[in-house]
């Protein structure tokens, strides 16, 4: 499957990305796990994002868009892919269409996961992921803890808090979101791509994606 996941910071995007990875083997591509493996690994891309990311602002077009013109040819990408965080701008979203037609791919559809935001600042606040760049497994302190305090369940390494989780950049994320982001549904909605699915449960999330391949 080639799709877009839509939604606010803490819907649960990628959450429900590393459940569909699971049905056919389409790989996950996220924007954020790609910028915080570069920030670790300290290249010239993560020096330019850091700064951005730490205060909830969004990474320049340009940059994300290099990255993903050369992600999108890599060859794990045949089966398909869940774009999780990504496109987040018009800008981007547009650049998008013109890298797919140039790639002659099509997208199956646009998935906008709605979350109240009661939901969202109580999950960003109790999220903890996996240090490791290569995992960075999603855990949950209220709904999803590692078996062991603190250690990733698949590979072992320390289960941290975000940088971006402080409170301040919480809630500048969320603004940027409804500013930059949510105007995407829209212009998803006029191509006839969207499906809006408003729940807090990622398998009714999976099961309306799976509703819709099969329609
Ligand atoms: P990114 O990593 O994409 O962050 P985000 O969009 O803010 O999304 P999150 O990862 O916070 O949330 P999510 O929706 O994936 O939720 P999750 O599944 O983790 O981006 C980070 C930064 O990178 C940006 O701020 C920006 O600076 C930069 N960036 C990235 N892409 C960019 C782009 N395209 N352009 C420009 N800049 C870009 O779930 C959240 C929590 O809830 C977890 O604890 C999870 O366990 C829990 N949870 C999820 N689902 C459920 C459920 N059903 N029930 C109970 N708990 C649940």
Do not use: W
Request: aromatic share 4%; glycine share 8%.
């Amino acid at each position: 499957m080639k799709l877009i996941l839509l939604g606010a910071p803490g819907a649960g995007k990628g959450t429900v990305a590393k459940l569909l990875t699971e049905l056919d083997g389409s790989v996950q591509i996220s924007t954020g796990d790609i910028l915080r493996g570069a920030v670790q690994a300290g290249t010239e891309l993560g020096k330019k994002a850091e700064a951005y990311m730490k205060a909830g602002d969004l990474v320049p077009d340009e940059l994300i868009m290099d990255i993903m013109e050369k992600r999108l040819q890599e060859p794990d990408c045949e089966k398909g892919f869940l774009l999780d965080g990504f496109p987040r701008t018009i800008p981007q979203a547009e650049a998008l269409e013109k890298l797919l037609d140039k790639l002659g791919i099509e997208l199956d559809m646009v998935v906008n996961i709605d979350v109240p935001r009661d939901v969202i600042l109580d999950r960003l606040t109790t999220r903890r992921t996996c240090s490791n760049p290569e995992c960075q497994a999603i855990y949950n302190v209220k709904s999803n803890p590692p078996k062991v305090e603190g250690v990733c369940d698949k590979c072992g390494s320390p289960v941290v808090q975000r940088e971006d989780e402080t409170e301040e950049a919480i809630s500048h994320r969320l603004e940027t979101y409804n500013e930059k982001t949510a105007p995407l549904v829209g212009f998803y909605e006029k191509k006839g791509k969207l499906l809006t699915v408003s729940a807090t449960s990622s398998d009714e999330v999976i099961n309306a994606i799976k509703a819709r391949l099969a329609a």
